[in-house]
């Protein structure tokens, strides 16, 4: 089979096909068409994970439209005369007025929705599957290989129970498990040993945060009941999300900072 970029060096040297954009342009417009044909079409769990997948697309779209019109506009409130000289030091000052005035509760449940958090690492380093499992080998002659053991720090909740060891896939260590958490609060510059609710989010897929996988840049959820934290209705806050700032497996603990 013919290796490099051929086709593109063809396409510099002698251009593109005359119907070459009209063809493309149809046949992107023909591909919803048979997407949705074949949707109609499939039967059985075919059909579910099809329509779950459509779903899942569209309501992802819904979110993100949703998120972009949320954004509050400001706008000049009308000049009014007022009575009596105004001080110099409100001359060059405009009054302004939000027109959409969101609490920072829903704001921050609208984040969770769509998915978005203002948080203190926002890129972190992708980890290889490599580097986050280890093969254990099984079975008499030690041929199997299927079973896999986290080498990263994990959270289980108070009521886990393992497998038999026999049909467990992924081991997870004692030893790497934690259930408290040194988080930071950014704004009064103190941090505390918070116990961990659960795991939010791992950027590196969401297969790691089924497993409850602590790396670096990870949200988890922890109980800050103990800080005293209230809403603005006066309810007190139990639950908040932290991002991990550390490598957990490197230092033996977790840091965090809160996502206020």
């Known amino acids: ?7 593109e060096l063809h396409r510099k040297r002698h251009g593109y096909r005359h119907d070459f954009f009209e063809r493309k342009r149809k046949k992107e417009a023909r591909q919803v068409h048979e997407l949705s044909a074949k949707a109609q079409k499939a039967l059985g769990i075919k059909g579910k994970m099809i329509a779950k997948k459509n779903y899942a697309e569209k309501a992802l779209m819904k979110k993100t439209l949703a998120m972009h019109e949320e954004s509050s506009t400001r706008r000049k409130v009308d000049d009014e005369v007022q009575d009596g000289a105004i001080p110099a030091y409100l001359m060059d000052r405009e009054n302004t007025t939000r027109a959409k005035v969101l609490s920072n509760t829903i704001k921050q449940k609208r984040k969770e929705k769509a998915g978005k958090w203002e948080v203190p690492i926002p890129k972190v380093r992708p980890v290889a ?6 093969v254990i ?23 886990f129970t393992r497998k038999p060891p026999k049909y467990e896939r992924f081991i997870r260590p004692s030893g790497l498990r934690f259930t408290k958490a040194h988080v930071t609060h950014p704004e009064l510059k103190c941090t505390f040993n918070l116990d961990i609710i659960g795991v ?27 800080l005293g934290l209230v809403t603005p209705a006066g309810k007190v806050v139990w639950g908040k999300y932290a991002q991990v700032t550390n490598n957990p497996e490197n230092d033996g603990c977790i840091n965090a900072v809160l996502l206020v």
């Not at 089979?1 to 086709?7: K, L």
């Not at 791992?202 to 670096?216: D, E």
């Open 129 to 134: 599957e490599d580097e986050m499992f280890k």
């Open 137 to 159: 080998r099984s079975g008499k002659r030690k041929t199997k290989q299927w079973k896999r053991m986290v080498t990263k720090c994990t959270f289980v909740g108070p009521g």
């Open 1 to 7: 089979m013919p290796q490099g970029d051929y086709i």
């Open 200 to 226: 939010k989010k791992n950027p590196n897929g969401p297969m790691y945060t089924s497993l409850g996988v602590m790396t670096k840049g990870t949200i988890i959820e922890v109980n800050v009941s103990e």
